[in-house]
């Protein structure tokens, strides 16, 4: 595999897994239209998106969560 | 490309970085899948030399599939500062960091590297894998821990392990470089 394949890999095998994700979702819901499955697939990545911003990112620059938190 | 994947946000804005001459390089995921073992992803993180001003002009230069967000972020390990653009039809994000005036930022980004892409269709610049391992165990998140064992594996015989040794040692994640190391 060349670097070229490898460093623009990442959002094509995303692509393959949000189709597997998106079809199980649909299949636990067969009553849904695609637009149902659609919102509950972003709503899904959003949770994890902005939990991930929660442990790893703040809105404080540092100086002051230090001020905020001297311990 | 024919489906339409986070690559093509991502070779929009390395287009309008290359077109202007702005200094980057890409960084998280894009960088540890390029020399190890590619994971799946749904972001692409670039770091940049002057943040407000690309941030302006990226802004008015991508079209209206995109979204700026206005919030400034700071990451809690070096305090680097970060703005987002979501690529709206797949909602993929582009995380745009500045490079900060850490040591080890500054070196990554001097020895940082040209390659030509042509999934991208452009040249894009990238971290060495020694600063990729440097920077993700310096992180050490679950999966920046995962990533540096798949460049290692990937990457093992061609490492310049002094330098790896030195960075990590200032760090104080050098036991954490050892742990992957002799694990493998």
Known sequence: ????????????????????????????????????????????EELIRQRNSKKYYSTSPPAERETANPS | MTAR????????L??????HDVPYMLDGSYSSNAYGIPRATKDA?????????TFDLIGSSLGSDYQTESQIEYELI?????????????????????LNDDAFDQSRFRRRL????????????????????????????PQDLLDVEN?????????????ISRWTELHGTKDTLDQIRSSL
């Open chain 2, 45 to 53: 993180d670039l770091v940049v030399a002057t943040l407000g001003e």
């Open chain 2, 114 to 141: 040209q390659v030509q892409s042509s999934v991208l269709g452009e040249a894009v610049w990238l971290p060495t894998p020694e600063d990729v391992i440097v920077q993700k165990i310096r992180w050490s998140r």
């Open chain 2, 14 to 19: 390395v287009s309008i970085l290359n077109r």
């Open chain 2, 151 to 163: 460049v290692m594996i990937v990457q093992m015989d061609t490492l310049d392990w002094s330098y």
């Open chain 1, 1 to 44: 595999m060349l670097l070229d394949e490898r460093l623009t890999a990442g959002p094509q095998l995303c692509a393959e897994q949000m189709r597997l994700v998106r079809s199980r979702v649909a299949g636990l819901h067969p009553g849904w239209t695609d637009e149902q499955v659609d919102s509950e697939m972003f709503r899904r």
């Open chain 2, 5 to 12: 994947d986070g690559n093509e946000a991502l070779a929009q």
């Open chain 2, 78 to 98: 070096t305090g680097t500062v970060r703005r987002v653009i979501r690529f709206v039809p797949i909602n993929f994000v582009l995380e745009i960091f500045q």
